[in-house]
């Protein structure tokens, strides 16, 4: 179970999505067209994972909008085209098409970083039209139905997007309590993935706090010491600084775990508008020295062994940056690179959803399509062993999905009552699908089961015979999918990772003796670095074909660009404070002259 912050109040939005556009329809007489809104209002579902920068955020959830209704729209038309060619054709018309989406939704939701069940979403929305019967003056009304719940979608998202502050707080307060796990992981593994958490939470803070349109990379809020009112600041940098608290883990842990908890709760609370920053102290450290003026031995507390690091390169000079520059750009070659990574992962989906849907219309299984999405939800993942873990999740998750749906069609609802299932079914769904998949899909089964029943009604039995037929058929051929189709990408790209982190913690040991605005550029730059390593070790260690690295210099980069990270926080802490210290003294001097 992963913990999740803000999973209610995003449940409760979720929920409302899809109350809003399907309701009114119910109650209105028609309910076959609630489900066209309903696949729209999926696009709430991808909020979760949105970049925190507004205008990317606006702009990518607007995408996700345009291609559920896309999807809608061409599944209608391609029923509309092959459906009087009969049952056959259109079957496996939509076969082919099922397989494409989703392809292409598995490559464009992981080259956008937007995870969890979006990509499923969108194929379930191409997949149920493209099995339809409508005529061609249907396609544009369904299509705009679509575009309704999307855009309603769209508007319930923009509140959050529009208050940048609340972005920041949200953002900040996930990397508090990302660093708070750190501190109080036990074991090599645990602690290692917890520290790669706490990175990536670190660098969403910082491109949230340090957005060139909403901000000036201070969070700005009030304290109240004494009955007065201070203005005070709450920067990225004190979020950077938390990267050097292995060294507090004996001692303090616990105390500065429990800190950081009150924190994170203060800034996710709406009803708070004062916060305590963090004690400087605190960041510092016990024994902690600057490394401007001492650098960190080998031999510093850590919660692993830290293995010797390679023999490192001449120190590649940075390029020159102007305070205030944001992160560089990513090179075209390394979206290149990075396009080409996740290409065998969309193949592998493209022909397991293919392989599922083509066996379950050639053996006559009705709603053929449940295989396809169960084939394309299990290989919804990075690698063969994510693969087995989604398999055996997903196994569990329907049969208890099927049995709650039984439980549910044996009372015969009504339409208002399936509705109101429905709206119940989303909210749960997203209420425990991040924490755990498997949790998830024991309410999307039943939230799928009556969408299809409000759309076309058939016998219950039926029903549930076709979803249990399906889903087998679905998760076997994507488990063999995913054991033959083995490709070596996720070497090449572990083998890239390893030479960027190693260059880019050259450049970072560089920046250590350089200006106050390389060290910026280079923090984030070796963030970034080994974000992408640990991503790309985990990738290809589920992998069957072995990378051919050396396990012992990927360590090694790691504590590498880990202690440099430290080195360049505290760094960066001392600037920040040397500039404070700068601008209290300025109005004194210039009163004594």
């Not at 092959?82 to 490559?107: C, T, Y």
């Not at 009112?229 to 050097?244: F, I, K, M």
């Not at 979803?467 to 063999?480: D, N, P």
């Not at 200006?515 to 290809?540: D, G």
Request: glycine share 8%; with cysteine; charged share 15%.
């Amino acid at each position: 179970m992963a913990k999740v912050s803000g999973a209610l109040p995003f449940a409760l939005r979720a929920a409302l999505t899809m109350a809003l556009p399907t309701l009114p329809l119910v109650l209105l007489g028609h309910p076959n067209l609630a489900v066209f809104p309903a696949l729209g209002a999926f696009t709430i579902t991808f909020e979760r994972s949105l970049p925190l920068r507004r205008r990317s955020r606006l702009r990518v959830l607007a995408l996700v909008a345009l291609a559920m209704t896309a999807a809608v729209g061409l599944g209608s038309l391609l029923a509309v085209w092959v459906g009087p060619s009969g049952p056959w054709n259109q079957g496996l018309a939509a076969v082919v098409g099922m397989a494409a989406v989703a392809g292409l939704a598995k490559f464009g939701c992981d080259y956008a970083g937007l995870r969890g069940l979006g990509a499923v979403l969108i194929l379930v929305a191409f997949a149920i039209t493209a099995e339809g019967t409508p005529a061609l003056t249907d396609v544009l009304p369904h299509t705009a139905l679509t575009a309704l719940g999307a855009a309603i979608a769209w508007l319930v998202c923009l509140p959050n997007s529009l208050q940048p502050q609340r972005l920041q707080r949200l953002a900040l307060a996930d990397a508090l309590e990302c660093f708070a796990r750190a501190l109080e992981a036990a074991g090599p593994i645990e602690t290692s993935k917890a520290r790669h958490q706490a990175i990536v939470a670190a660098l969403r803070a910082y491109h949230a706090l340090n957005d060139p349109d909403d901000s000036d990379g201070v969070l700005g809020l009030t304290r109240r010491p004494s009955g007065r009112s201070v203005p005070t600041g709450y920067s990225a940098d004190y979020v950077w600084a938390l990267l050097t608290t292995d060294a507090w883990r004996d001692a303090e842990g616990e105390v500065v775990a429990r800190h950081l908890r009150e924190q994170a709760r203060m800034l996710s609370d709406r009803r708070w508008h004062t916060l305590l920053p963090l004690p400087e102290e605190l960041l510092d450290g016990p024994g902690h020295s600057h490394p401007a003026d001492t650098a960190t031995a080998p031999g510093s507390p850590a919660t692993a062994p830290v293995l010797a690091p390679p023999e490192p390169r001449p120190p590649t000079a940075l390029a020159p940056a102007a305070p205030g520059d944001g992160p560089p750009r990513r090179p075209r070659g390394r979206r290149r690179r990075r396009a080409a990574a996740l290409l065998p992962t969309a193949v592998r989906t493209f022909v397991g959803t293919a392989a599922a849907g083509g066996i379950a219309l050639f053996l006559g299984v009705g709603h053929s399509y449940w295989a396809a999405i169960s084939a394309a939800a299990v290989l919804h993942s990075i690698n063969v062993w994510s693969t087995m873990q989604r398999a055996v999740q997903r196994t569990l998750g329907t049969a208890i999905g099927l049995l709650l749906t039984s439980a549910v069609l044996v009372l015969h609802p009504g339409p208002v009552a399936i509705i109101c299932l429905i709206i119940v079914f989303e909210f749960f769904l997203e209420y425990v699908v991040a924490r755990n998949y498997g949790l998830g899909v024991i309410f999307l089964t039943p939230l799928a089961l009556l969408l299809s029943e409000l759309s076309t009604p058939v016998s219950a039995s039926r029903l549930l015979h076709d979803r249990v037929i399906g889903s087998g058929i679905g998760i076997s051929v994507g488990l063999v999918c995913a054991l033959l189709l083995v490709h070596g990408r996720a070497a090449v790209r572990m083998r890239e990772a390893l030479h960027l982190c190693t260059v880019v913690s050259d450049q970072a040991d560089h920046a250590l003796h350089s200006t106050a605005a390389r060290r910026r550029m280079a923090q984030v730059q070796l963030a970034a670095a080994a974000v992408e390593l640990y991503e790309a070790k985990e990738a290809a260690s589920g992998e069957l074909r072995p990378t051919g690295v050396d396990p012992a210099a990927i360590s090694a980069a790691e504590h590498r660009a880990y202690d440099l990270l430290g080195r360049l926080s505290r760094a960066v802490l001392a600037d920040d404070r040397a500039r404070r210290g700068r601008g209290r003294r300025r109005p004194g001097a210039a009163r004594t002259s």
